[in-house]
């Protein structure tokens, strides 16, 4: 176990330093609007990754990603990218927020000022996290799925239909 989250770490270490050495927006440009494939199978790819990066299976998020990509033949690159949607500050709020999306649903409560974490609180709390996990990674999922569809369509096809456009009148 200790090696998986190792390889984990290492993997989302070798991640943020290929992102920080390129910047967002050239990030951006070639990982996701000049990368293979249509707009839809973008989208899914980022809707996949985003899915599995907030679902409660940490530290196999990398081995889920691929296989799943693979196997539903999707782009991994991208799909692995979403998966980091999870970057270690944020799992504090993503742990708080399941909780209080799963809290409805589990007849649980959402206010924790007063509580100490520890055994008997995971406890407590563990069935209201599962759901509210699973809730706010299909939500997520939708949404940045939808968004990235729109967002390509909106002004991932600009370029190639300038290249088209222009071989056409030549």
Request: with cysteine.
């Amino acid at each position: 176990m200790k090696n998986i989250i190792k390889n984990t770490i290492q993997s989302q270490k070798v991640f943020y330093r290929y992102f920080r050495k390129k910047g967002f927006k050239r990030f951006l440009k070639e990982n996701i609007l000049e990368s293979e494939g249509s707009s839809e199978v973008k989208a899914k790819s980022v809707a996949l990754g985003v899915l599995i990066g907030l679902s409660p299976i940490w530290g196999f998020h990398m081995v889920a990603v691929l296989f799943l990509a693979s196997y539903l033949k999707l782009n991994r690159a991208i799909s692995y990218m979403c998966t980091h949607v999870s970057f270690p500050p944020f799992i504090p709020f993503i742990i708080l927020l399941s909780m209080i999306v799963g809290a409805p649903f589990t007849g649980g409560h959402a206010d924790f000022a007063h509580e100490t974490l520890d055994f008997s609180f995971i406890k407590r709390h563990l069935l209201q996290y599962l759901v509210g996990s699973l809730i706010l990674a299909v939500s997520c999922s939708a949404i940045f799925g939808f968004a990235t569809y729109y967002f390509l369509e909106k002004f991932g096809n600009r370029k190639s239909m300038r290249n088209g456009a222009g071989t056409a009148q030549k």
